[in-house]
């Protein structure tokens, strides 16, 4: 299922995504990327074209997304670059992305989110940065595992950051009943959440041949941060400006994650600059947290959210 020896490659932080895709065919592999009309979507799903692969740019805003595919078509003469309607926040619309999903997935990258926003909440009263980064994506990728098993070798790329570090997921309250909402922690909760995904569905998953990952692409000025004000973004960037990377440097890790053969037979794992990450220091800002990797926790998680979508 996956090595135990951890994983370094030749790329790096400066890295972009056409750099990591450069002589890997994947003429005869299809692609979702959610959120691809915009940011590292975007330059993740070109990546992904100019290596063959037939692309979805799965989105909420298909005007968007089309004028995307468009560009991404201009770009790699890749004319198999379509768009289809997600929104992750409604799950009769991840129901229907499934429904008219066919034939086999090769590479699902769960890529979509939102960022620190103030609280909201979805109808079934769910915190909204849970609902839409985690459960969202869960479902999509439960909805879509015969398409994924049927890949025979399927990649999951299971986009969290370093924000991880800042909650687990509070199993006791995670919809923020109990305790105050504070919008970073509810989006380090669910950042969290997206790394022991991968844990759990590569455990679950792998003799199926779906194997999953979860990575930290890095600080990229996107529509991500709609939500975050000029000063508070001001005062990320000073803290650490070196730190910063463009769009095509942000997919880089995404795009190692879905496509590089490195990384073949390998799940659970989270991933930075593309290499695999350390174990986070305490009080540190890069490496990944043991609660993010513990088994038991994501397999609870994994109940929990199976729970509330058939609640």
């Known amino acids: 299922m996956t090595t135990n020896n951890p994983i370094t490659t030749s790329f790096a932080h400066h890295s972009t995504a056409m750099d990591v895709i450069r002589g890997v065919d994947l003429v005869r592999r299809r692609a979702i990327v959610t959120g691809g009309s915009s940011g590292i979507g975007v330059e993740t799903a070109r990546a992904l074209a100019s290596a063959g692969a037939e692309v979805t740019l799965a989105v909420r805003d298909t005007d968007a997304g089309q004028r995307a595919a468009d560009d991404i078509t201009a770009t790699t003469g890749n004319d198999r670059v379509m768009v289809a309607p997600l929104d992750l926040a409604d799950h009769a619309s991840i129901a229907d992305f499934v429904a008219n999903w066919d034939g086999p997935l090769h590479i699902l990258v769960n890529n979509a989110g939102i960022m620190a926003s103030p609280e909201m909440r979805t109808p079934q009263g769910w915190e909204m940065q849970f609902a839409t980064n985690h459960l969202g994506h869960f479902a999509l990728a439960t909805g879509l595992r015969p398409a994924l098993a049927a890949g025979d070798g399927a990649r999951i790329v299971s986009v969290s950051s370093a924000a991880h570090l800042r909650s687990p997921v509070v199993f006791e309250d995670i919809q923020y009943e109990r305790r105050e909402y504070e ?129």
């Open 183 to 311: 919008p970073w922690q509810a989006y380090g909760q669910s950042k969290t959440a997206n790394v022991l995904f991968a844990v759990e569905a590569t455990r679950r998953w792998a003799d199926d041949g779906i194997l999953a990952n979860s990575l930290m692409p890095g600080a990229i000025q996107t529509n991500l941060q709609r939500y975050v004000s000029e000063e508070e973004l001001n005062r990320i960037r000073a803290g650490n400006a070196a730190a910063w990377k463009t769009v095509e440097q942000g997919a880089a890790t995404s795009v190692l994650v879905a496509a590089s053969p490195l990384l073949d037979g390998v799940g659970g794992r989270y991933f930075e600059d593309c290499q695999e990450a350390a174990h986070a220091q305490p009080g540190g800002r890069t490496g990944v947290a043991a609660y993010a990797l513990d088994p038991e926790a994501a397999e609870r998680l994994w109940k929990v959210s199976t729970d509330l979508l058939k609640s």
